[in-house]
């Protein structure tokens, strides 16, 4: 996390001339990592960024190679999940200076200004163009993670033959694709809701963006793509009957 200049002076959807905030800052770098090549790690690079004066840009990364990245899955899903949220750390880097950092303590203000959506956000939030493969690399990992659950536990096997019988008509069966995946969703989410909690608790989240982690998930896997994952949901079914 980098910390920039007042924002009184920042236009953070403006790249032209007159605005010093012409570069958008990933904050899982670098680009060509083999960690952020899969489908996770796409995911995780588009997750969260935030513009900054092109001089600290060259200054971090004259610096830095780039955080520690997450590795596994789960541990690609927790990032994600808990940087679209909207999670802030309380320290930034301070790299006004060329080829020196300083890690400062952000006091409550200056961590409420950082953590503002107009300040952090995630990458499908400003950008022009490619909004929809942003939306649907971050939906394709987060609809690939929850099929991973074993959602048996918490469907029935009635709802779950139903789904999967050929005769099933259209309707219902789109009905009933919705409600499992929502059902496994939940469950990709249960060993992140204490850390999100804890994470409010500690005042990470500006109280503007605390909405249940269920619903951060669901602003990119909306029920109009919930269908292009019905063949996936069937074989992962199908295969642990």
Do not use: W
């Not at 980098?2 to 953070?12: M, W």
């Amino acid at each position: 996390m980098e910390r920039s200049p007042p924002k009184s002076s920042q236009e953070s959807e403006n790249h032209g001339t007159g605005d010093v905030f012409h570069d958008y800052h990933h904050h899982f770098h670098p680009r060509r990592h083999d960690l952020l090549q899969d489908v996770g790690g796409r995911a995780v690079r588009f997750s969260r960024g935030q513009f900054l004066p092109r001089y600290l840009h060259d200054n971090y990364h004259a610096i830095f190679d780039g955080p520690q990245l997450p590795g596994s899955s789960a541990e690609k899903y927790r990032a994600c999940v808990l940087a679209c949220a909207g999670i802030v750390p309380r320290q930034a880097l301070d790299v006004s200076h060329k080829g020196s950092y300083n890690i400062l303590e952000l006091s409550p203000k200056d961590h409420s200004e950082l953590s503002a959506s107009r300040s952090v956000f995630v990458e499908r939030a400003f950008r022009r163009r490619g909004d929809m493969y942003v939306r649907k690399q971050i939906a394709q990992f987060f609809a690939e993670y929850a099929l991973q659950q074993n959602v048996h536990l918490v469907v029935s096997e009635k709802v779950i033959g139903e789904f999967l019988d050929e005769k099933t008509e259209a309707r219902r069966k789109k009905e009933l694709g919705n409600f499992i995946l929502k059902e496994a969703l939940g469950m990709s989410l249960d060993s992140l809701i204490p850390l999100h909690e804890e994470s409010q608790k500690e005042g990470l989240l500006p109280a503007v963006r605390q909405r249940p982690l269920l619903k951060v998930v669901r602003t990119f896997l909306t029920n109009d793509l919930f269908p292009n994952h019905y063949g996936s949901l069937a074989h992962s079914l199908s295969r642990a009957s």
